[in-house]
């Protein structure tokens, strides 16, 4: 039985490599790893609880290890990195981005939702994502954390982590949320030149800004 979400063979073939042929020294691994994957696309694409995956993937115990194990160990992470790189060649681009573009997101949360802060611009108690994304609008990075903290320093992060994933960056676009001693640090400390993106004289209402929108529908 199959199901729509089911990788194709061309899709399982661009990221089979990514995964040990074994589990440990002496042990083979006998669940199928293609199949794990199945599932979880399949738990992702429905929102199904993982005790109603269907019994024809292996065991929704099974596959809820790999999904905690490969988000532990960087799989996950190298799973995305993957097809971000396919999806800029067939884009026509070079694997790795030259140029990216940032902003951010504050998202309310519960009060037992774990630390928070209030973000006075955006009137949200909550956290707040740090996004970065090619100028295609592929996601590099994302870093979360209070909403109180001012985007000029809450993207440092963001930007160390990118640098250290594609070391090819060597320019950005941002709002005007990010001006300040941003600048000359990202410049001096990762390489990285920042152009503010500024809203035009007069503009009124929503308009999209030159670069940044791409990272507006992430």
């Not at 061309?10 to 199949?35: D, H, K, M, Y």
């Not at 794990?36 to 292996?58: E, G, H």
Request: aromatic share 8%.
């Amino acid at each position: 039985m199959g199901y729509l979400t089911d990788l194709t063979d061309e899709q399982w073939a661009l990221i089979e490599p990514i995964f040990s042929p074994q589990e440990g020294r002496g042990r083979r691994r006998t669940v199928n790893l293609r199949r794990v994957i199945d599932a979880l696309m399949y738990q992702d694409r429905t929102d199904c609880q993982w005790r109603l995956i269907p019994l024809d993937f292996p065991p929704s115990g099974t596959v809820r290890y790999y999904f905690d194990k490969w988000n532990d160990d960087g799989t996950m992470l190298e799973i995305h990195d993957c097809l971000r790189r396919a999806i800029r060649v067939l884009q026509g681009r070079e694997p790795e981005p030259s140029a990216i573009v940032i902003d951010s997101r504050s998202v309310k949360t519960a009060e037992a939702g774990g630390e928070r802060g209030f973000d006075g611009s955006k009137q949200v108690d909550g956290r707040k994502r740090q996004m970065v994304v090619d100028t295609e609008g592929n996601l590099l990075t994302v870093t979360v954390h209070t909403a109180d903290i001012q985007d000029r320093d809450g993207v440092q992060r963001a930007l160390v982590e990118t640098q250290e994933l594609s070391p090819s960056v060597t320019y950005a676009w941002a709002d005007q949320s990010y001006r300040g001693d941003l600048l000359e640090w990202a410049a001096q400390t990762l390489g990285i030149t920042i152009e503010i993106v500024t809203r035009p004289a007069g503009q009124v209402g929503f308009q999209v800004q030159p670069r940044r929108w791409v990272v507006e529908i992430v």
